[in-house]
Protein backbone atom coordinates (compact mmCIF):
# COMPACT_ATOMS: atom_id res chain seq x y z
CA UNK A 1 0.00 0.00 0.00
CA UNK A 2 0.95 3.52 0.25
CA UNK A 3 1.02 5.80 3.11
CA UNK A 4 1.76 9.64 2.51
CA UNK A 5 2.26 12.15 5.56
CA UNK A 6 1.79 15.61 5.34
CA UNK A 7 1.81 18.53 8.50
CA UNK A 8 -2.18 19.47 8.82
CA UNK A 9 -1.28 22.96 9.01
CA UNK A 10 1.15 25.74 8.73
CA UNK A 11 1.18 29.25 9.37
CA UNK A 12 3.64 32.07 7.61
CA UNK A 13 4.26 35.17 7.45
CA UNK A 14 3.57 37.34 4.09
CA UNK A 15 6.43 38.01 2.41
CA UNK A 16 8.30 35.01 3.58
CA UNK A 17 9.26 31.86 2.72
CA UNK A 18 7.60 28.33 3.79
CA UNK A 19 8.35 24.83 3.28
CA UNK A 20 5.86 21.99 3.05
CA UNK A 21 7.34 18.24 3.72
CA UNK A 22 5.66 15.04 2.51
CA UNK A 23 7.17 11.93 3.20
CA UNK A 24 5.38 8.72 1.27
CA UNK A 25 6.34 5.03 1.35
CA UNK A 26 4.64 3.24 -2.21
CA UNK A 27 6.17 0.80 -4.54
CA UNK A 28 6.42 1.15 -7.89
CA UNK A 29 6.95 5.41 -7.59
CA UNK A 30 6.64 7.12 -10.77
CA UNK A 31 5.83 10.31 -9.72
CA UNK A 32 5.27 13.00 -7.01
CA UNK A 33 2.44 15.41 -7.64
CA UNK A 34 2.30 18.82 -5.67
CA UNK A 35 -1.44 20.25 -5.98
CA UNK A 36 -2.45 23.68 -4.74
CA UNK A 37 -7.06 23.86 -3.51
CA UNK A 38 -8.26 26.70 -2.45
CA UNK A 39 -11.50 26.80 -0.41
CA UNK A 40 -14.26 25.38 -1.90
CA UNK A 41 -12.70 24.80 -5.42
CA UNK A 42 -11.03 21.86 -7.17
CA UNK A 43 -7.24 21.04 -7.12
CA UNK A 44 -4.97 22.29 -9.60
CA UNK A 45 -1.06 22.01 -10.67
CA UNK A 46 1.69 22.97 -9.29
CA UNK A 47 4.69 21.05 -9.63
CA UNK A 48 5.96 17.42 -10.84
CA UNK A 49 9.42 15.43 -9.30
CA UNK A 50 10.10 12.11 -10.91
CA UNK A 51 14.13 12.10 -10.50
CA UNK A 52 16.21 13.85 -7.34
CA UNK A 53 16.70 17.22 -7.22
CA UNK A 54 15.09 20.76 -7.46
CA UNK A 55 12.59 22.22 -9.74
CA UNK A 56 11.80 25.55 -9.81
CA UNK A 57 8.90 27.53 -11.17
CA UNK A 58 9.02 31.42 -9.65
CA UNK A 59 7.72 31.74 -6.53
CA UNK A 60 7.37 27.84 -6.14
CA UNK A 61 10.18 24.98 -6.09
CA UNK A 62 9.46 21.63 -5.53
CA UNK A 63 12.03 18.99 -4.06
CA UNK A 64 12.66 15.04 -4.34
CA UNK A 65 14.40 12.56 -3.04
CA UNK A 66 13.65 9.05 -3.95
CA UNK A 67 15.48 7.16 -1.38
CA UNK A 68 14.33 9.33 1.37
CA UNK A 69 11.10 8.71 0.19
CA UNK A 70 10.49 12.53 0.64
CA UNK A 71 9.48 15.85 -1.03
CA UNK A 72 8.82 19.29 0.11
CA UNK A 73 7.32 22.14 -1.83
CA UNK A 74 8.82 25.72 -0.93
CA UNK A 75 6.86 28.91 -1.43
CA UNK A 76 8.87 32.46 -1.63
CA UNK A 77 7.95 36.05 -1.46
CA UNK A 78 4.35 34.10 0.25
CA UNK A 79 1.23 36.45 -1.11
CA UNK A 80 -2.00 36.57 1.21
CA UNK A 81 -3.68 34.78 -2.47
CA UNK A 82 -1.07 31.84 -0.89
CA UNK A 83 -3.16 31.30 1.50
CA UNK A 84 -4.69 27.22 0.59
CA UNK A 85 -4.61 23.59 0.83
CA UNK A 86 -0.99 22.22 -0.35
CA UNK A 87 -1.77 18.55 -1.27
CA UNK A 88 1.18 15.78 -2.17
CA UNK A 89 0.21 13.27 -4.38
CA UNK A 90 2.48 9.90 -5.57
CA UNK A 91 2.00 8.26 -8.75
CA UNK A 92 2.52 4.67 -9.33
CA UNK A 93 3.62 2.43 -11.94
CA UNK A 94 0.02 1.20 -12.20
CA UNK A 95 -1.49 4.98 -12.80
CA UNK A 96 -2.92 5.07 -9.69
CA UNK A 97 -2.57 8.52 -7.87
CA UNK A 98 -2.71 8.73 -4.11
CA UNK A 99 -2.59 11.94 -2.49
CA UNK A 100 -1.96 12.82 1.30
CA UNK A 101 -4.66 14.44 3.54
CA UNK A 102 -3.18 18.15 2.43
CA UNK A 103 -1.41 21.19 4.94
CA UNK A 104 -2.97 24.11 5.21
CA UNK A 105 -1.55 26.95 4.66
CA UNK A 106 -2.46 30.24 6.53
CA UNK A 107 -0.72 33.53 5.47
CA UNK A 108 -1.12 36.29 7.51
CA UNK A 109 -0.22 40.08 7.12
CA UNK B 1 -14.67 21.90 -23.97
CA UNK B 2 -12.50 23.60 -21.94
CA UNK B 3 -12.36 21.52 -19.11
CA UNK B 4 -13.43 18.61 -17.04
CA UNK B 5 -16.88 19.02 -16.04
CA UNK B 6 -19.33 17.33 -14.00
CA UNK B 7 -22.84 17.52 -13.18
CA UNK B 8 -25.53 17.88 -11.14
CA UNK B 9 -22.78 20.87 -9.17
CA UNK B 10 -25.07 19.90 -5.67
CA UNK B 11 -27.36 17.04 -5.22
CA UNK B 12 -29.45 17.04 -1.79
CA UNK B 13 -31.22 13.35 -1.53
CA UNK B 14 -32.44 11.16 0.95
CA UNK B 15 -31.08 7.94 2.22
CA UNK B 16 -31.54 5.02 0.80
CA UNK B 17 -32.30 6.66 -2.49
CA UNK B 18 -29.77 6.37 -5.33
CA UNK B 19 -27.82 8.94 -7.03
CA UNK B 20 -25.52 8.89 -10.56
CA UNK B 21 -23.45 11.89 -10.82
CA UNK B 22 -21.74 12.38 -14.36
CA UNK B 23 -17.83 13.90 -15.14
CA UNK B 24 -17.07 14.92 -18.80
CA UNK B 25 -13.31 14.92 -19.24
CA UNK B 26 -11.40 17.38 -21.26
CA UNK B 27 -11.57 15.86 -24.94
CA UNK B 28 -8.39 13.43 -25.39
CA UNK B 29 -7.82 12.74 -22.05
CA UNK B 30 -7.90 9.14 -21.34
CA UNK B 31 -7.24 8.69 -18.18
CA UNK B 32 -10.00 9.42 -15.70
CA UNK B 33 -10.23 9.41 -11.63
CA UNK B 34 -12.76 10.07 -9.53
CA UNK B 35 -12.15 11.15 -5.59
CA UNK B 36 -13.59 11.72 -2.56
CA UNK B 37 -13.32 14.64 -0.63
CA UNK B 38 -15.20 15.01 2.84
CA UNK B 39 -15.26 18.14 4.69
CA UNK B 40 -11.12 19.52 6.03
CA UNK B 41 -9.93 16.29 4.69
CA UNK B 42 -7.72 15.45 1.74
CA UNK B 43 -8.81 13.33 -1.33
CA UNK B 44 -9.75 9.73 -1.32
CA UNK B 45 -9.11 7.38 -4.06
CA UNK B 46 -11.95 5.85 -5.45
CA UNK B 47 -11.35 4.41 -9.33
CA UNK B 48 -9.42 4.97 -12.11
CA UNK B 49 -9.94 4.50 -16.32
CA UNK B 50 -7.98 4.04 -18.58
CA UNK B 51 -9.95 4.37 -21.50
CA UNK B 52 -12.86 2.60 -20.75
CA UNK B 53 -11.62 -0.19 -18.71
CA UNK B 54 -10.74 0.55 -15.01
CA UNK B 55 -7.33 -1.26 -13.95
CA UNK B 56 -7.88 -0.25 -10.23
CA UNK B 57 -11.22 -0.61 -8.33
CA UNK B 58 -9.47 -0.28 -5.21
CA UNK B 59 -10.82 2.27 -3.29
CA UNK B 60 -14.74 2.06 -4.10
CA UNK B 61 -15.91 1.79 -0.30
CA UNK B 62 -18.21 -0.47 -1.14
CA UNK B 63 -20.50 -2.26 -3.29
CA UNK B 64 -23.09 0.44 -3.20
CA UNK B 65 -20.47 2.44 -5.18
CA UNK B 66 -19.93 1.35 -8.99
CA UNK B 67 -18.38 3.50 -11.92
CA UNK B 68 -18.63 3.23 -15.78
CA UNK B 69 -16.69 5.24 -18.60
CA UNK B 70 -18.06 4.84 -22.27
CA UNK B 71 -16.76 5.69 -25.27
CA UNK B 72 -13.48 6.74 -23.99
CA UNK B 73 -15.71 10.22 -22.30
CA UNK B 74 -18.39 10.57 -20.26
CA UNK B 75 -17.95 8.37 -17.14
CA UNK B 76 -21.11 8.13 -14.15
CA UNK B 77 -20.50 7.20 -10.52
CA UNK B 78 -23.40 5.55 -9.35
CA UNK B 79 -23.67 5.22 -5.40
CA UNK B 80 -27.47 3.11 -4.59
CA UNK B 81 -29.19 2.74 -1.27
CA UNK B 82 -27.16 6.34 -0.24
CA UNK B 83 -26.27 6.43 3.46
CA UNK B 84 -25.43 9.66 5.26
CA UNK B 85 -21.75 9.06 5.49
CA UNK B 86 -21.55 9.10 1.79
CA UNK B 87 -21.96 12.72 1.92
CA UNK B 88 -18.85 14.19 0.74
CA UNK B 89 -17.45 16.50 -2.38
CA UNK B 90 -17.04 13.84 -5.18
CA UNK B 91 -14.22 15.29 -7.59
CA UNK B 92 -13.54 13.80 -10.92
CA UNK B 93 -10.13 14.39 -12.99
CA UNK B 94 -8.60 13.80 -16.11
CA UNK B 95 -5.06 13.29 -17.44
CA UNK B 96 -4.06 13.03 -21.25
CA UNK B 97 -2.21 9.15 -20.41
CA UNK B 98 -0.75 7.70 -17.33
CA UNK B 99 2.74 6.82 -16.72
CA UNK B 100 4.82 8.78 -19.07
CA UNK B 101 5.37 11.99 -16.69
CA UNK B 102 3.96 15.28 -16.40
CA UNK B 103 2.88 15.58 -19.53
CA UNK B 104 0.72 12.57 -19.69
CA UNK B 105 -0.21 12.28 -15.51
CA UNK B 106 -1.14 15.94 -14.59
CA UNK B 107 -4.68 15.83 -13.38
CA UNK B 108 -6.81 18.20 -14.57
CA UNK B 109 -10.15 18.25 -12.02
CA UNK B 110 -13.77 19.39 -12.36
CA UNK B 111 -15.52 21.18 -10.16
CA UNK B 112 -16.99 18.38 -8.06
CA UNK B 113 -20.42 17.18 -7.07
CA UNK B 114 -21.40 18.69 -3.49
CA UNK B 115 -23.62 15.04 -2.42
CA UNK B 116 -25.59 16.03 0.49
CA UNK B 117 -27.44 12.79 2.12
CA UNK B 118 -30.46 13.71 4.32
Known amino acids: GQNIDQPTEMTATEGAIVQINCTYQ??????LFWYQQHAGEAPTFLSY????GLEEKGRFSSFLSRSKGYSYLLLKELQMKDSASYLCAVNTNAGKSTFGDGTTLTVKP | GAGVSQSPSNKVTEKGKDVELRCDPISGHTALYWYRQRLGQGLEFLIYFQGNSAPDKSGLPSDRFSAERTGESVSTLTIQRTQQEDSAVYLCASSPGVGRGASTDTQYFGPGTRLTVL
Open chain 1, 49 to 52: NVLD
Open chain 1, 26 to 31: TSGFNG
